[in-house]
C-alpha cells in the first residue's frame, strides 16, 4: 500500500514556474515508477509525465516537454514536478500516481493516486 499527498499547487501568472511535490508513505517507495497527471474542468485527466523507479528514465507529454522536469527522491519517498514556463492552458488539478513495474502513460495503469492540488495559471 502506498499513500500520495501532493503539495506546492498555488495561483501563478504565466510565465511564472511552480514546483509541486508528492509524498508518499510506506517503505517501498523506491520500488514504484511514479507519473503525474493533470485534470482540467470539463476535462479527462491527462499524462503529464512519468519516472521509472530508479529514476533514470522520465518521459513527458509533448504539451510539457522541455518545460517541465519530473524527479524523485527515494531517501525522502518524495516525487516533484518543477514547472517553468507556465501556461494558462496548464491550469488543472495534478495528481501523482505510483505503479509497480515499468513506466507508463496510460491512466489505468496506476494503482494508487493523490488526492490532487490544484494549479491555476493566469493570462
Known amino acids: 500500500q502506498v499513500q500520495l499527498v501532493e503539495s506546492g499547487g498555488g495561483l501563478v501568472q504565466a510565465g511564472g514556474s511552480l514546483r509541486l511535490s508528492c509524498a508518499a508513505s510506506?517503505?517501498?517507495?523506491?520500488?514504484?515508477?511514479m507519473g503525474w497527471f493533470r485534470q482540467a474542468p470539463g476535462k479527462e485527466r491527462e499524462f503529464v509525465a512519468a519516472i521509472s523507479w530508479i529514476g533514470t528514465s522520465t518521459y513527458y507529454a509533448d504539451s510539457v516537454k522541455g518545460r517541465f522536469t519530473i524527479s524523485r527522491d527515494n531517501v525522502k519517498n518524495t516525487v516533484y514536478l518543477q514547472m517553468n514556463s507556465l501556461k494558462p492552458e496548464d491550469t488543472a488539478v495534478y495528481y501523482c500516481a505510483a505503479r509497480t513495474g515499468r513506466t507508463s502513460s496510460y491512466t489505468s495503469s496506476y494503482d494508487y493516486w493523490g488526492q490532487g492540488t490544484q494549479v491555476t495559471v493566469s493570462s
Open positions: 510506506g517503505r517501498t517507495f523506491s520500488s514504484y515508477s
